[in-house]
């Protein structure tokens, strides 16, 4: 699957699945983030919690540069048409705006922005120095790794979700009544 889902053209040939012939190109191009998919795809695998919130929802964005990017301004070209290039070129970065994604995930299955909201629906991003590597770069690998590892090391993000996802995997079933009249002494 982590073949199928970044096969990002021009820079990944379509991966084609052996078995049944089917081609796949970059998921990204429909669901740069997939969290909404994530969301839907849990309803329908625990329906006895479908409309509760998820006990966490961690989603792993691909970095961000600390230059803004700037918005272009579409010039009319003869006849008063917008270049159709600059339009295509709109339409993809839109679609592939994967924190705005995330921003209207967040907004569409949360009521209220409480500080359990904000626990249980995480993004993470590395954040850059300048502008993010290009998928094309594999000279800047180095400095990829370099970044996550020194953000790992120093963003307590980080350290929390690491936390939250390891307390969310265990749970308690009870298996008889409440004992009553009996103390805890807490040790």
């Given amino acids: 699957s982590a073949l199928a889902t970044s096969a990002a053209p021009p820079y990944f040939k379509p991966y084609v699945q052996p078995e049944t012939g089917k081609s796949f190109v970059d998921g990204g191009l429909h669901y740069n983030c997939p969290a909404w998919v994530v969301h839907h795809e849990r309803q329908i695998l625990w329906k006895d919690v479908q409309h509760q919130q998820p006990d966490i929802l961690l989603s792993l964005g691909t970095g961000l540069g600390r230059e803004p990017v700037v918005a272009q301004v579409l010039q009319p070209t003869k006849g008063g048409f917008v270049n159709l290039i600059n339009i295509i070129r709109g339409i993809v970065q839109n679609q592939l705006n994967s ?31 300048g502008m993010r590597p290009g998928l094309d770069k594999a000279d800047q690998l180095g400095v990829l790794e370099a970044t996550a590892r020194s953000s790992a090391r120093e963003d307590p ?25 009996r103390a805890s002494t807490g040790k």
């Avoid at 924190?99 to 850059?128: K, S």
């Avoid at 980080?158 to 936390?163: C, M």
């Fill in 99 to 129: 924190e705005q994604a995330w921003y209207d995930y967040y907004a569409g299955v949360t009521n209220t922005n409480t500080a359990e909201d904000r626990q249980r629906h995480i993004r993470l991003n590395v954040l850059f120095e």
């Fill in 157 to 181: 993000k980080i350290r929390d979700a690491a936390d939250r996802l390891v307390a969310s995997s265990f749970y308690f079933e009870r298996e008889g009544p409440v004992a009553k009249g």
